[in-house]
């Protein structure tokens, strides 16, 4: 155990860690209520009002809060608690939470978002109320939780680094549904594109000749990605939909769309897949005869900067309560998509780790859709809400290791954008 902050023995520690597990239990309720108000009512990106009510709501019912709604963007908030403890001039330690509450066309909740706005919630009461319990703590500490919204689709994290929200945050955790428990997965950089087509349109039948074919090009590009995919490295991704591919047999389609996700291990290699597709989209429109127009999402999602110091600390936590994390070999098999959080990876330290709900369902399909809704994943919630909380109180404890994680980052960051 790293050393700790003078006054504070390993055994007040742990006993503030017990008291953060019991305050998490003791709003077990109001937080299942705030979960399942989320789950039955998904909202896509962007469009999470009534989850930003509840989430707005639910911190102006806590008490000590200061609760910002619309907080830089319209469904993003912000809920703060401090700073308190320690001497005046001491520095701040601000520990960020952060709540993701966006969710899939269709199909709802099938990534669980709403269990994470649950487990951000509960790690953050969790901190507050063992700190609160203290008649002084010994560290200048705050809270922040930020209602982060549009992961699955535009990248609200980002949005909100670009307005200033991570500024003075020193850790930040979040957690994400998934089948295992583990502190790090590899997740993809991505980039959205939707690719339009012009024609012609002409009686098919009639005098198709006279046409340009649309439809066409979608087929050739869409083909062309698929052969090009054998010359990718293997962990790069080329995957999409063709939006619109016509109106009616008869009409030579003079316009159809088509949008793909390009993903790469890191996001420096974003340029090379970008590179690779165009040409492949471009060619389609050559032997056509169609304009073509590319337009890429407004933000680029990172890979994850991962942080092994508080990775190992989460686990250290995690264990004692019986989470079973995968084994690093295992860790190789787990499906990697892309996180708005690997943006905030790169300007705040911290973690984004998956955990187990109760159900083997595979994310994005509607049995895990039932299973984020389900009280089974309440226990898993709970559990990996006090294990972020018991490291955010290692955090706020140990500044040797609140050290080591900010050399570890600015050592990762350096290696990383040196390439
Ligand atoms: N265009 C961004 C897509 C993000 C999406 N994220 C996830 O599925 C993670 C779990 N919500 C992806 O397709 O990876």
Redo the contacts with the bound molecule.
């Keep these: 155990m790293s050393s700790l902050v003078p006054d504070v023995s390993p055994e007040q520690l742990q006993q503030l860690k017990e008291s953060a597990g019991r305050c998490i239990d003791e709003a077990g309720d109001v937080l299942s209520l705030l979960s399942s108000e989320i789950w039955r009512c998904p909202e896509l990106a962007y469009q999470e009002e009534k989850a930003h009510e509840a989430l707005v709501r639910f911190f102006s019912q806590q008490p000590g809060w200061t609760v910002q709604g619309h907080y830089l963007l319209n469904t993003a908030f912000r809920a703060t608690w401090g700073p308190m403890g320690g001497r005046e001039g001491d520095n701040v330690v601000n520990i960020g939470f952060l709540c993701e509450y966006d969710a899939l066309p269709g199909i709802g909740h099938a ?1 669980g ?1 709403n269990l994470i706005a649950e487990v951000g919630a509960a790690a953050a009461l969790g901190v507050k109320g063992a700190l609160g319990a203290l008649s002084h703590c010994p560290v200048r500490a705050k809270v922040t939780v930020l209602g982060t919204p549009a ?3 535009g ?1 609200g994290k980002i949005d909100l680094i670009q307005a200033g929200a991570f500024e003075g945050m020193d850790v930040v955790f979040m957690a ?1 549904p998934s089948q295992e428990d583990v502190a790090y997965c590899a997740d993809l950089a ?1 980039i ?1 594109l939707t690719v339009k087509y012009h024609g012609k349109a002409s009686h098919a039948a009639a005098y198709p000749w006279k046409g340009i074919n649309a439809l066409d090009a979608a087929v050739l590009a869409y083909n062309n990605l698929s052969v090009l995919r054998q010359q990718l490295k293997p962990e790069w991704r080329i995957h999409g939909i063709i939006k619109h591919g016509g109106v009616k047999p008869n009409i030579i389609p003079d316009y159809s769309e088509l949008f793909f ?1 390009l993903r790469t291990p890191k996001h420096q290699d974003l340029p090379h897949i970008k590179e690779k597709a165009e040409k492949c989209f471009r060619s389609a429109a050559m032997a056509t005869g169609c304009q073509v127009n590319l337009e890429y ?1 407004k933000n680029e ?1 990172y890979n994850i900067l991962r942080n092994i110091t508080l990775e190992r600390a989460y686990e250290e936590n995690g264990k004692t309560l019986g989470i079973e994390f995968i084994t690093n070999e295992k860790l190789q098999e787990i499906p990697l ?3 708005d959080f690997g943006n905030v990876s790169f300007v705040v330290p911290g973690i984004h780790t998956y955990f187990y709900i109760g159900s083997n369902a595979l ?2 399909t509607e049995e895990y859709t039932a299973a984020a809704g389900a009280e089974k994943a309440q226990f898993y919630t709970l559990r990996t809400a006090k294990a972020m909380a018991m490291t955010a109180l290692d955090v706020l404890f140990c500044p040797e290791l609140l050290q080591r994680v900010r050399d570890e980052y600015a050592e990762a960051k350096l290696k990383e954008e040196s390439g």
């Design positions: 990534c978002h992961e699955e689709d990248g994400h991505e959205d996700y999402g999602f998509g892309s996180t994310n994005h």
